[in-house]
């Protein structure tokens, strides 16, 4: 399984990013694919998990209306597109995948727990 992120850049607050997470090495339709993020001296937190098996798209709560998570199974691309973003978004963003139990729900893996991981791609947002 191999995640490779792009699309990290500098930019000014409300700009809009739009990440790409290139994936190989599983099937897209039974897997969930997360985007995580981590500042400088801050734990990594989840920041949005899409569900391969129903496309189903989960957010971390304050992050909602801001971020999007989107697929295209067909690239095994997931993108995370950012708008308004603030300086509080300056982070090295990172995709995840794992595949569930039938019982997992996507939502579960914005606490962590995915089985790989990309190398990452940085972000910052400048006043």
């Known amino acids: 399984v191999l995640l490779r992120e792009s699309g990290g850049n500098a930019v000014q607050i409300g700009e809009s990013l739009r990440l790409s997470c290139v994936t190989s090495?599983?099937?897209?339709?039974?897997?969930?694919v997360c985007w995580f993020r981590q500042a400088a001296g801050k734990d990594r937190e989840g920041v949005a998990c899409?569900?391969?098996?129903?496309?189903?798209?989960y957010y971390r709560g304050s992050l909602m209306g801001r971020f999007g998570i989107s697929s295209d199974s067909a690239k095994m691309t997931v993108f995370l597109q950012m708008n308004n973003l603030e300086v509080e978004d300056t982070a090295v963003y990172y995709c995840?995948?794992?595949?569930?139990?039938?019982?997992?729900?996507?939502?579960?893996?914005?606490?962590?727990?995915?089985?790989?991981w990309g190398s990452g791609t940085l972000v910052t947002v400048s006043s």
């Open positions: 995840a995948a794992d595949k569930p139990s039938p019982s997992q729900r996507g939502a579960y893996y914005l606490d962590g727990g995915l089985d790989h």
């Open positions: 899409i569900d391969g098996r129903d496309r189903n798209a």
């Open positions: 090495g599983f099937s897209f339709d039974d897997h969930v």
